[in-house]
């Protein structure tokens, strides 16, 4: 785990250094952000508002050398519970009696902001300070993050100023409209976090667990049938595995892409026949699109505009 | 500010506290600003878990006139409120100063209501061209999860969406509005039973 750390530390570095000579300077904060975020310890409450609905979160996450664990706590309603660490997921949700155990397997999937990627987003979005602010008593830049093409939705985001944390977020649609908004209202940095906060709080023993077991191919080792042809601009395979999913029978492949910063989801799956997507759906700012391909139902889901996820439903196809 | 006095006004809020420290602490909010945003922050606090703020907040939104009533209802015993026993552990953290920024927010509700109660001890009105910004800036989505699908779709997409939440990047504030999306769902995805 130590190794892990150097080595993160060893990679931030360098991508801040190749950025000052490659890049603009608004694009190193987004670095910041994503370290700031992975590896800093912090607690505190924010809000969440997403289809005109308001939820109150609480937040614990450390990094020490156990490596970066989270819990995460619905303040409205009924207590859902989540909690991360470095390779497992545990969502706990109440009023299911359900605990959904999910594994990753090394760092599949996860879209890092790798230096060709941060070095290719001037290629999609256009990436500028745009004024300070203050968000949670700590004075903040704001960064304005706007798409070239209409294929992937736009970003305000606050950082604070020290360290790049990110402390509020608009996720804006094509025309510029707030869709979906997060923004820290207390948060507390550098305070110790105790084994004891980052215990789950809510009681679940007699709940029912089911678990997503993953067995990550990769991206360039075993072959997969599938393959997608035509992806929209920018974005790119970040992790492709086959995994056993709760509600699935049978093993549904997973391809995950990436555009550096938004993340879209390909689910294929023996087609189940009934209860499956077919055509567009959405929840916030995420999209949906399903259909049926070769008796296999293929899902495509992401936080891009639907046009964007149906095109990539259409861009799947069988290569053998 | 010490724990005592932010236990006191939590207390306030939930209405339980005694009349004679009641009487004694609305003195003090009368003259002190900073013991005043914070009692308007745990009013908001309440409000916004009791999920009773609008539709949407702009965080924006220029506030012209903030104007409160001290009419909390009094009741009972004093002990520490139900805001201050929720925020715990993170209570001994004073909650920011910004935490009133939810009292600057604007408010639009279905695009009609331009002066929202955020309870019924506040009122916050905004600029008429605020009023219209606002308006203009917000997408009219419906209260609902997963739209144009079935119940039984329901289900399989949300079994997708926490899948998903787990690889969320940038967009989803790496992970924070994803797994938000999926914590704050739960209502759909626990209508739809994951098989």
Known sequence: ?320 | MTDTINEQISSLVDGELPDEERELLQRRLARDSELKETWQSYHLIRDAMREDLPGFINMNADVTYIQYQESDDLNSASKPGVLWRAAHPFAGMAIAASVAMLAVAGVLYNGEQLVTPLSSQIMVAFQTTEQQRIRENFVAIPRNGWQSAKPAVVSHLNGYLVDHSRYAGFGSASGLISYSRVAGYDKSVSEEKLQ
């Not at chain 1, 190749?18 to 910041?32: E, H, I, T």
């Not at chain 1, 736009?154 to 025309?175: P, T, V």
């Not at chain 1, 995950?256 to 009934?274: N, R």
């Open chain 1, 1 to 320: 785990m130590v190794v892990k750390r150097l080595l993160e530390t060893v990679f931030f570095s360098a991508l801040l250094m190749s950025l000052s000579v490659n890049a603009n300077g608004n694009d190193m904060w987004l670095v910041k952000m994503n370290k700031a975020i992975r590896s800093m310890n912090y607690t505190g409450t924010y809000i969440h508002i997403n289809q005109g609905q308001i939820e109150t979160m609480q937040i614990v996450h450390a990094v020490d050398e156990a490596g970066e664990r989270e819990r995460l706590l619905s303040l409205n309603g009924e207590a859902r519970e989540i909690l991360r660490d470095d390779n497992h997921v545990t969502c706990i949700l109440p009023a299911d009696r359900f605990v959904v155990v999910g594994q990753l397997e090394s760092d599949f999937g996860l879209p890092a902001l790798v230096p060709d990627n941060i070095l290719q987003l001037g290629e999609i979005y256009d990436i500028q300070l745009i004024g300070k602010d203050r968000i949670a008593g700590y004075p903040s830049v704001i960064l304005s993050i706007q798409p070239k093409d209409k294929m992937r939705y736009g970003y305000r985001i606050w950082l604070e100023k020290d360290h790049g944390m990110l402390l509020r977020s608009d996720i804006l649609d094509a025309e510029g409209r707030v869709m979906e908004q997060m923004m820290f209202t207390q948060i507390s940095f550098q305070s110790p976090v105790s084994d004891e906060m980052l215990r789950p709080t809510v009681p679940h023993k007699d709940f029912v667990t089911v678990e997503s077991s993953e067995h990550g191919v990769g991206v360039t080792k075993d072959k997969s049938a599938w393959i997608l042809k035509g992806m929209p601009k920018g974005f790119k395979v970040t992790g492709q595995a086959r995994k056993r999913m709760p509600m699935n029978k049978f093993d549904v492949e997973h391809i995950v892409l990436s555009d550096g910063l938004a993340t879209i989801s390909v689910y294929i799956e023996k087609s189940p026949g009934v209860n499956t997507l077919q055509g567009s759906s959405s929840i916030g700012g995420i999209n949906a699109y399903g259909r049926s391909v070769y008796d296999h139902q293929v899902t495509v889901m992401g936080e891009v505009p639907k046009e964007t996820v149906k095109q990539i439903a259409y861009s799947i196809a069988y290569s053998n």
